[in-house]
């Protein structure tokens, strides 16, 4: 898949994880992307992410690997996953 800058995203197991759980986060009526770091939602994204795969991510990692995953866009990651 091409992101409108005409990159690919490849996405592993671990991204696809990430991404559920931040489209779960969202579609319950989440607050912003921008205000997820300072609410206890995020901490348990993290904690799910960190047990789901394996990962020991710290506050920080866990922000800037969900931005970076995000940056694609989310309509565009939604319809590589089929969502």
């Known amino acids: 898949m091409r992101t409108r800058h005409g990159a690919v995203i490849e996405m592993d197991d671990d991204e696809r994880v990430l991404y559920r759980l931040y489209q779960e986060h969202r579609d319950g009526g989440g607050g912003s992307r921008d205000e997820l770091p300072y609410t206890t939602a995020f901490d348990q994204m993290r904690d799910a992410y960190n047990t789901e795969t394996g990962q020991t991510l710290s506050h920080h990692e866990f922000w800037q690997?969900?931005?970076?995953?995000?940056?694609?866009?989310?309509s565009n990651i939604d319809s590589f996953l089929g969502l």
């Open 65 to 74: 690997t969900l931005c970076n995953l995000l940056k694609a866009g989310e």
